[in-house]
T-cell receptor, first 111, second 114 residues
């Protein structure tokens, strides 16, 4: 079983739609949680960190459920420019800064 | 300020050869990590260096090695290349080596092994 699992998609949605991605992690020692965005043939870029209390950044909302070892990302009012692969990332306690990535979920926003 | 830079951008090698990839971190960042991303998968951790010392190593064979220089730049070496080593190699830098330090990725080196 992979340490971080995501539905690979693709999710095909129309502009303006709301879309949600889920991610589960298996290591209960996981301490820090992130969503990264990766455009085709580009490097990953940090979208947002994920906190237990949940956090929002504009159209993006991230939630963490430690009891269920589950992370989510909600995108409201999807834009064409949101088309990308979204990577769920965790960092284990005492693992320094060694990130563990999920396989990514591909989003395609259509006009 | 310049971001993380990597060289070369693309590289084509044949099986059995050796390759050296280079990374320059963001100015002031002391930690460099290397990741391998095979097509269709998420990046996989290879090494982390902090203050010129190895702080972590992923599940990769001894053919993979790395080092960090006094100016905090880093090199990743891969010996005896296999077809399966074809991937995007990403370097990430962070201010320190803590779990909450944001990692910033370079554009990567795309390695093709024929």
């Amino acid at each position: 079983r992979k340490e971080v699992e995501q539905d690979p998609g693709p999710f095909n949605v129309p502009e303006g739609a709301t879309v949600a991605f889920n991610c589960t992690y298996s290591n209960s020692a996981s301490q820090s949680f992130f969503w990264y965005r990766q455009d085709c043939r580009k490097e990953p870029k940090l979208l947002m960190s994920v906190y237990s209390s949940g956090n929002e950044d504009g159209r993006f909302t991230a939630q963490l459920n430690r009891a269920s070892q589950y992370i989510s990302l909600l995108i409201r009012d999807s834009k064409l420019s949101d088309s990308a692969t979204y990577l769920c990332v965790v960092n284990r306690r005492n693992a320094g800064n060694m990130l563990t990535f999920g396989g990514g979920t591909r989003l395609m926003v259509k006009p | 300020d310049a971001g993380v830079t990597q060289s070369p951008t693309h590289l084509i090698k044949t099986r059995g050869q050796q390759v050296t990839l280079r990374c320059s971190p963001i100015s002031g960042h002391k930690s460099v990590s290397w990741y391998q991303q095979v097509l269709g998968q998420g990046p996989q951790f290879i090494f982390q260096y902090y203050e010129k010392e190895e702080r972590g190593r992923g599940n990769f064979p001894d053919r993979f090695s790395a080092r960090q220089f006094p100016n905090y730049s880093s090199e990743l070496n891969v010996n005896a290349l296999l077809l399966g080593d074809s991937a995007l190699y990403l370097c990430a830098s962070s201010l320190d080596a803590g779990a909450t330090d944001t990692q910033y990725f370079g554009p990567g080196t795309r390695l093709t092994v024929l």
